[in-house]
């Protein structure tokens, strides 16, 4: 941690971090907790919650779980003001090789999961931003994926897709209410689950080569410059931001470079 992380402009708030037990979200989770946040961590398996935080074991398909956790939280907290939607699932493949079921799953966990959180966290998030005018917030994890076509990745695109829409229509309708809601859109993270799909590849240091060369930057987003970037949107410092997508891609979204010469 920083001199600059350790802002303390989350004094005072209630944050709650799905998924957020591992990887992108335990990262967020640990800044926000490092500014002065309150934060509770909802997560199917809790055990790796970082140290400060309230673990609520839920799973984002369960609604009655995700109100169980959400309404926790904001009692323990007497409010509840940022919520970070980051649970989700990956999937490989064309339209051609993911059948129904996981279709399904997969919508399930990276969409109506983000929807039932933010259903439940509403008349909390409605009461927070009555007394804290700029401090209330509701920021998705989408991605890339959301705005490039990618290769074998027409189920997890289509979900995040979903998820960039989604961030759009619910910052119009609850704008007036004072509840800003954004998205942020990261690049090939160097995540546990990055990390599988490269133990599953026939020649793993290639493939990592491969995902590290189509970011302009050369390398992988670290889960620590994502959660920055949450940050950044969840804080009253964006007051003025909703209804916007914070690429953290190492520029692959914009960008068009020349190949590298010699």
Excluded at 28 to 39: K, P, Q, S, Y
């Amino acid at each position: 941690m920083t001199a600059a992380q350790d802002t303390g402009d989350f004094a005072g708030l209630g944050a709650l971090v799905t998924g957020g037990a591992s990887g992108i979200g335990a990262a967020i989770a640990t800044l926000l907790l490092a500014r002065g946040a309150r934060v509770a961590v909802l997560d199917r398996d809790t055990a790796s919650a970082p140290e400060g935080t309230l673990a609520l074991q839920a799973d984002v398909t369960d609604d009655a779980a995700v109100r169980a956790a959400v309404d926790a939280a904001a009692a323990e907290f007497g409010a509840l003001h940022t919520v970070v939607s980051n649970a989700g699932i990956g999937a490989i493949g064309t339209v051609a090789d993911n059948d129904d079921a996981e279709w399904l799953r997969v919508l399930d966990i990276n969409v109506l999961g983000m929807v039932r959180t933010a259903r439940h966290a509403l008349p909390h998030l409605r009461r927070a931003a009555a007394d804290r005018p700029g401090a209330v917030s509701i920021t998705h994890t989408c991605s890339i994926a959301a705005t490039a076509g990618l290769p074998q990745r027409a189920l997890y695109s289509a979900s995040k897709g979903a998820v960039q829409s989604l961030t759009l229509a619910m910052a119009a309708d609850h704008v007036r209410e004072g509840i800003r809601v954004n998205c942020v859109n990261p690049g090939t993270a160097d995540t546990p689950w990055v990390g599988r799909l490269l133990d599953q590849a026939s020649d793993p240091a290639a493939e990592r080569a491969a995902l590290e060369a189509r970011q302009p930057t050369g390398r992988l987003v670290g889960a620590d410059e994502v959660a920055a970037a949450v940050a950044y949107l969840a804080s009253p410092a964006a007051a003025a931001v909703t209804g916007t997508a914070l690429a953290v891609d190492g520029g692959m979204q914009g960008l068009r470079l020349r190949p590298a010469t010699p």
